[in-house]
């Protein structure tokens, strides 16, 4: 082991860059980043297992923050790391800086995940625990020995979200997580105490999680920490490290600067800064250096590194002559290609429910693709997952042969979670539940679209026509609000959600092909709970890859064009033979996908939905969800209200969902254009 006086100094280092990043880009957090500089350098010095050549070695133990406003401490320990410059990190939330204000997931730089939104980065840390568990038995413990380690703060422990993290890793024994908890008691606007008197250690402990108190900020207590979360083999670790808020900081009159809540968000401020950086050791004048025998610590360990690495790597080397079906099943789960599927094998009945065809979609995946895992929040039955169910078991503590992931009644951890097992690599996730739950999730679908991650969400009971269940369960704003997502580009210039809503079980498994294909944004999947009939036979489903497409039996040069997505479409269907019976040349357009119609040809779009048409749309939904298919000139026949309580049947006909309003809506805008 390292000289405690050097390991003191090293994090002196880095409490010294980060509270300089701070400082020189007049905006950020020191205070937390310079309490956990003692956890971050023992940690990456002596305990993180990587490849100093090749960052995405898929040994590597992986380290997830969760705070992202401590990104100083972590931009810090990766230069130390040599994994930023020093010039990198005096850009630190400057336009186009490879460190930004919250760390964005940046493997080549080490950064495993975007994180800030308190609680998901753990939650993120615990989803790659399970992959890593179930690609080891699938692939064995040679190539799957690594482990996963996160930092959490305050605020994360405080975020509900941590309730579903902390009951499920405890249930699964994720004994591979190790999580730090930076219990340093003070948050942004006031000490913990004002607001929670809650004993996380017994909290943890009734969770089956091996809770270890410890002072933060001392080096033999965090090693021996780590050596226990390390050796530990039926429960996921919970180190609660007490730190120093701010440690090291001095004020402007040379009095203590620790333990303030003003050192958490905000610059220490020129006098303060000064004598911070000098109490520190460092030179105010010249903040952003590497003083010579830390320099020498991480060189060594790099030396260190390449010995462990090298011992694993001829391991992995022997292990893929031995198992070379492994070995290339392994590459190609890793290699974020999509899975090769037969789709024939799909069977579908008509006129059924598309969480039906779903189902009947998942129950091939699962026979088909061996490293998916399909996830429900308690509804399997009901969302339709087990049809993936049915053929795999659940994941189990100590048996993770199986590949489904029991979440319970917690839709974010879920999510998050399935998000962190894309994110380690290998898998490929998939999770269910009620569309009106997604508002449970939104925050993790926002996550997943900034870091394209392609899990796949499975949202069922799509509308009103849930029915009996009532407003509280009809899902009368969640398209509109996931469509508007689906209107934002990522960093790469893809759409940052794909998002599909099938009129029927064929159109479903078009859909599902093009979840299954997407593998650079993450995927929305949404399906009705009642029977949908069939587009007219003969229709040409493959055109639903195009976003929207004409519906077979629409007639030429048509006087006027319907548009919708989902269910509506067969009620827009059945409203067709009355207005052609009055003359009129009607078009049918199924429009699955806005996003992915807009990624269309200019041509192709104007040949489905020509600009001066008149178009009437119909939605279950808000009339903004279709807005932008119909145009300015056009009319939408949405929802007005949350939805009432009655069989589904009873308020397609109050509500005005039926094909005799679709007659009456169609002459009544016709005659107002």
Not at 326 to 352: C, H, N, Q
């Amino acid at each position: 082991m390292n000289d405690i006086k050097l390991m003191n100094r090293a994090a002196d280092n880095i409490r010294i860059l980060a509270a300089s990043m701070v400082e020189k880009a007049k905006s950020g957090h020191p205070g937390g980043a310079m309490g956990g500089a003692d956890f971050i350098n023992v940690l990456f010095s002596e305990y993180l297992v990587y490849d100093p050549a090749d960052p995405f070695w898929t040994g590597r133990d992986r380290f997830y923050l969760d705070p992202g406003h401590m990104s100083p401490m972590l931009y810090g320990a990766l230069t130390l790391q040599g994994r930023f410059t020093l010039e990198d990190i005096q850009q630190f939330r400057q336009w186009g800086s490879v460190c930004p204000g919250h760390p964005e997931r940046d493997v080549a730089h080490g950064i495993e995940n975007s994180s800030g939104p308190l609680g998901q980065g753990h939650a993120i840390a615990a989803g790659a625990a399970v992959a890593e568990k179930f690609l080891e038995a699938r692939l064995g413990h040679t190539v799957m020995q690594h482990r996963i380690f996160c930092y959490i703060s305050d605020g994360a422990v405080e975020e509900e979200i941590s309730q579903g993290v902390g009951r499920i890793a405890g249930t699964l024994g994720l004994d591979n997580l190790v999580m730090f908890y930076d219990a340093n008691d003070i948050q942004l606007s006031t000490e913990t105490k004002v607001v929670t008197t809650e004993d996380t250690a017994a909290k943890y402990r009734a969770w089956d999680w091996n809770v270890i108190e410890i002072d933060g900020n001392d080096v033999a207590q965090i090693r021996k920490a780590l050596d226990a979360g390390i050796a530990e083999q039926e429960r996921p670790t919970m180190i609660i490290g007490h730190t120093v808020m701010g440690k090291g900081a001095r004020k402007a009159d040379g009095s203590s600067y620790e333990r303030n809540v003003k050192t958490h968000g905000a610059p220490l401020g020129d006098g303060a800064y000064v004598n911070t950086i000098k109490n520190l050791g460092g030179d105010p004048e010249h903040p952003f250096a590497i003083f010579d025998d830390v320099k020498k610590l991480y060189d060594d360990r790099r030396e260190e590194l390449t010995k462990i690495v090298a011992a694993r790597r001829n391991a992995e080397a022997e292990w893929a002559k031995e198992n070379p079906e492994k070995k290339a099943l392994m590459d190609t789960w890793f290699s974020g290609k999509a899975p090769k599927i037969d789709w024939s094998k799909v069977e579908l009945k008509p006129d059924a429910a598309t969480r039906a065809a779903s189902s009947a979609c998942l129950k091939v995946l699962a026979q088909q693709v061996p490293n998916m895992i399909c996830a429900s929040a308690d509804l399997c039955n009901s969302d339709k997952t087990d049809g993936f169910l049915k053929e795999t078991h659940e994941l189990r503590k100590g048996d993770f042969s199986g590949a489904f992931f029991q979440a319970g009644v917690s839709e974010l951890t879920m999510a998050d979670m399935c998000i962190g097992m894309m994110l380690h690599g290998g898998v490929i996730a998939a999770m269910g539940t009620f569309f009106v739950f997604s508002d449970y999730m939104k925050p993790a679908v926002r996550l997943a679209a900034l870091m394209g991650v392609p899990v796949k969400f499975i949202w069922t009971h799509d509308a009103f026509r849930v029915g009996e269940d009532g407003p509280t369960h009809e899902p009368v704003e969640q398209e509109a609000q996931i469509r508007l997502m689906e209107k934002l580009q990522n960093h790469k210039g893809q759409d940052s959600v794909r998002v599909f809503r099938p009129a029927d079980v064929y159109e479903t498994k078009v859909c599902w092909e093009m979840a299954m294909e997407n593998m650079d944004t993450p995927t929305a999947l949404i399906f009705s709970r009642q029977g949908i009939p069939c587009l007219p036979e003969g229709n040409d489903y493959e055109q639903a890859r195009k976003g929207a497409y004409i519906v077979k039996g629409s007639d030429e040069n048509p006087d006027v064009i319907l548009v919708a997505s989902g269910s509506e479409v067969s009620t827009l269907e059945a409203g067709t033979e009355a207005l052609r019976h009055d003359g009129l040349k009607v078009r049918v357009v199924s429009a699955p996908s806005e996003g992915l119609f807009r990624r269309q040809t200019k041509e192709y779009q104007e040949s489905v939905l020509p600009k001066n048409a008149k178009i009437f749309g119909l939605t279950a939904g808000l009339p903004v969800t279709l807005e932008g298919l119909v145009g300015a000139n056009g009319k939408v026949y949405g929802m007005k209200s949350f939805g009432f309580s009655a069989p589904y049947k009873v308020l397609d006909e109050k509500l005005g969902y039926t094909g005799d309003n679709v007659y009456k809506q169609v002459k009544e805008f016709l005659a107002e254009v």
